[in-house]
């Protein structure tokens, strides 16, 4: 997943989500059908509106699937029987991810004043 911007928004397309993880945008429209937990808003041209939770699931199915390998049934029992715990790695791995962003923004803020003085 792309870094975290310090802006997030109420809002992502697909297109923003596919971009995130690295997939096509009917990816993503499979594992909606195929995941329960996933369920986008539809505006009233039909688009999908992803919110912040639903790019979280995004990035439990994706972690389970692409990163973990795991076959279709078996992302389906895991996010059955530990989608909590999953959901609190997912967590995890953002507040990691944005911290990790922070820092990396305050050291180039950093060597930027050192550099004028």
Not at 10 to 31: C, K, L, Q
Not at 83 to 100: A, Q, V
């Amino acid at each position: 997943m792309e870094e975290a911007k310090t802006l997030e928004k109420f809002y992502y397309s697909i297109g923003e989500v596919a971009d995130m993880f690295g997939v096509n945008t009917s990816t993503i429209r499979y594992w909606e059908k195929e995941f329960s937990v996933l369920r986008p808003r539809k505006n009233k041209k039909g688009n999908r509106l992803f919110t912040q939770r639903d790019v979280r699931y995004v990035h439990i199915i994706y972690q389970l699937l692409k990163v973990k390998g795991y076959t279709l049934a078996g992302a389906k029992q895991a996010l059955k029987d530990k989608f909590s715990d999953y959901e609190e790695r997912i967590i995890m791995l953002e507040t990691l991810d944005k911290t990790r962003s922070f820092l990396l923004d305050l050291d180039k803020a950093l060597e930027e004043k050192q550099k004028k003085v």
